[in-house]
């Protein structure tokens, strides 16, 4: 039975990844996860795509936040604010559990594969979810009132200032072992790229030594969920990205943004008109339902993708 590597970011990226992990054996998925949003902050090491799908996978995410962990409290939080600590990234009290097991565990030389490895077992998850490298690749953001690190420009800023370009400090830093194996297993059967923005959770990923030569030179189907659905981003900075960066729009601007590196894109039903148009430029196009309000429909997803790509 031939292996799926799954490459994804946060929010509907870890709701593809649950379908994905729902559908499919454990030792049949791999589960590559973009790092370059990961941050220092109040003396925790915070990796926001990890714990989105770490927490989607064991089925403690806050499906109404979009984030972080259902039914959390915010009590630590409350204290830091009053002792005069930055509160401009909010750590819930369960969430925070996480940011130090972790901390912790690198202080004490684990590398960030190994701390992963750790959590997801003691969260009980049978998949491989890995970051996408041990080492530091982080997303700056270049606007007007200066380049910024990821998470100042997102959640500080609240994506307010123009993105006049992104790049990748430490970029063609090494795929981690688990990416790396995933890469070069004789069964491996099908690439997935998760609905995730391309150009701040795809691109570091892309970015890493190696991976996109490896994707161009695919040697098995290479599958993109659009993370557009009517044409526009469910949340998130997408719309805004593509509008600054002169990217086109919908999804030809999605397949542009991909192009050379998959062969199937899969769209949102709202979106049909759409594919007559990609499939004229070489692409195969699957429409479906993409937007996943609840876990039946992660599966539901994940199984017409592995129909799709032809893989029981």
């Known amino acids: 039975m031939s292996h799926?590597?799954?490459?994804?970011?946060?929010?509907?990226?870890?709701?593809?990844?649950?379908?994905?992990?729902?559908?499919?054996?454990?030792?049949?998925?791999?589960?590559?996860v973009n790092t370059g949003d990961d941050f220092?902050?109040?003396?925790?090491?915070?990796?926001?795509?990890?714990d989105s799908v770490v927490y989607a996978l064991a089925g403690l995410n806050d499906r109404v936040?979009?984030?972080?962990?259902?039914?959390e409290s915010w009590q630590a939080m409350a204290m830091l604010r009053r002792l005069g600590e930055a509160d401009w990234f909010n750590l819930g009290d369960r969430d925070m559990a996480m940011h130090i097991a972790r901390s912790w565990r690198l202080r004490a030389g684990?590398?960030?594969?190994a701390v992963t490895a750790r959590l997801?077992?003691?969260?009980g998850i049978g998949a491989c979810v890995a970051p996408m490298s041990d080492a530091r690749l982080a997303t700056l953001i270049e606007t007007d009132a200066g380049t910024m690190d990821f998470q100042r420009?997102?959640?500080?800023?609240?994506c307010r200032p123009v993105a006049r370009a992104i790049r990748?400090?430490?970029?063609?830093?090494?795929?981690?072992?688990?990416?790396?194996?995933?890469?070069?297993?004789?069964?491996?059967?099908?690439?997935?790229?998760?609905?995730?923005?391309?150009?701040?959770?795809?691109?570091?990923?892309?970015?890493?030594?190696?991976v996109r030569d490896a994707l161009a030179s695919r040697r098995v189907p290479v599958l993109a969920v659009s993370p557009l659905i009517g044409g526009a981003a469910v949340k998130g900075p997408l719309d805004k990205l593509l509008?600054?960066?002169?990217?086109?729009?919908?999804?030809?601007?999605?397949?542009?943004?991909?192009?050379?590196?998959?062969?199937?894109?899969v769209i949102d039903r709202q979106d049909d008109p759409d594919a007559g148009g990609l499939r004229a430029s070489g692409l195969f196009v699957t429409v479906t339902q993409t937007l996943m309000h609840a876990p039946g429909d992660q599966a539901r997803l994940a199984r017409e993708i592995l129909k799709a790509l032809a893989i029981p």
């Open 4 to 32: 799926v590597l799954a490459l994804s970011g946060g929010v509907g990226g870890a709701k593809l990844a649950a379908g994905l992990a729902a559908v499919l054996p454990p030792e049949r998925l791999t589960i590559i």
């Open 40 to 50: 220092e902050h109040l003396g925790l090491t915070i990796c926001p795509d990890i």
């Open 65 to 71: 936040r979009g984030w972080g962990v259902a039914e």
């Open 110 to 113: 684990e590398t960030l594969s």
């Open 120 to 123: 997801t077992r003691a969260l």
């Open 153 to 158: 420009w997102f959640v500080g800023e609240q």
């Open 168 to 210: 990748f400090a430490g970029a063609g830093a090494p795929p981690s072992p688990a990416f790396a194996g995933a890469l070069a297993r004789p069964d491996l059967g099908a690439i997935i790229v998760c609905p995730s923005n391309p150009f701040l959770s795809v691109d570091p990923i892309l970015a890493l030594g190696g």
């Open 243 to 265: 509008a600054e960066r002169g990217a086109g729009t919908g999804n030809a601007a999605i397949a542009g943004h991909y192009a050379g590196l998959i062969d199937h894109l």
